[in-house]
T-cell receptor
């Protein structure tokens, strides 16, 4: 089946720094990818839709200047958490829809801890 | 506002028990409902349901959708400790966008 990878799997950074998370579709092209955030014991919350070749679409309440999304190619989307704060600590997951089905393929997630 | 509600929030059973997880939804322009199993990392796909009354089955897991009453159930029979996970229900409310709304999940723990 289709595979989506994320890098890094885990990152710890200091307050005020920026962190970039990569999401790659390994064996298929993804013109659209989705970024989710999941706090402990809570469900996945859609943050934004990443569109190849155009601007990302952000969900209500998500700051686009804080969570920069770049979909530079058909296999890569990046999420940059700028000026990170401890409240940004969370599990970030990306996904990409399959071309032949309605299901989404999720990456393994990135656990961000901001100290 | 679109929403997906799952119940119970958590459940503890013993191996061999049968469990039923519930997912109700209120969304516009329903397209599909999906069930995922999440252990420590990203969710893994279980079922996709689009039509009422048609049961999807995979081993000890099965699921059915009721579009009239706006809910779905996920059944797990003869539970095993490996079934311990969070089970997520997601609904795609807009046609063709793949934008899913997730429920809060049901945390299942199966004791040996």
């Amino acid at each position: 089946g289709a595979v989506v990878s994320q890098h890094p799997s885990r990152v710890i950074c200091k307050s005020g720094t920026s962190v970039k998370i990569e999401c790659r579709s390994l064996d298929f092209q993804a013109t659209t990818m989705f970024w989710y955030r999941q706090f402990p014991k809570q469900s996945l919350m859609l943050m934004a839709t990443s569109n190849e070749g155009s601007k990302a679409t952000y969900e209500q309440g998500v700051e686009k200047d804080k969570f920069l999304i770049n979909h530079a190619s058909l296999t890569l989307s990046t999420l940059t958490v700028t000026s990170a704060h401890p409240e940004d600590s969370s599990f970030y997951i990306c996904s990409a829809p399959g071309l032949t089905s309605y299901e989404q393929y999720f990456g393994p997630g990135t656990r961000l801890t901001v100290t | 506002e679109d929403k997906v509600v799952q119940s119970p929030l958590s459940l503890v059973v013993h191996e061999g028990d049968t469990v039923t997880l519930n997912c109700s939804y209120e969304v516009t322009n329903f397209r599909s409902l999906l069930w995922y199993k999440q252990e420590k990392k990203a969710p893994t796909f279980l079922f996709m349901l689009t039509s009422s009354g048609i049961e999807k089955k995979s081993g000890r897991l099965s699921s059915i959708l009721d579009k009239k009453e706006l809910f779905s159930i996920l059944n797990i029979t003869a539970t095993q400790t490996g079934d311990s996970a969070v089970y997520l229900c997601a609904v795609e409310p807009y046609s063709g966008t793949y934008k899913y709304i997730f429920g809060t999940g049901t945390r299942l723990k199966v004791l040996a």
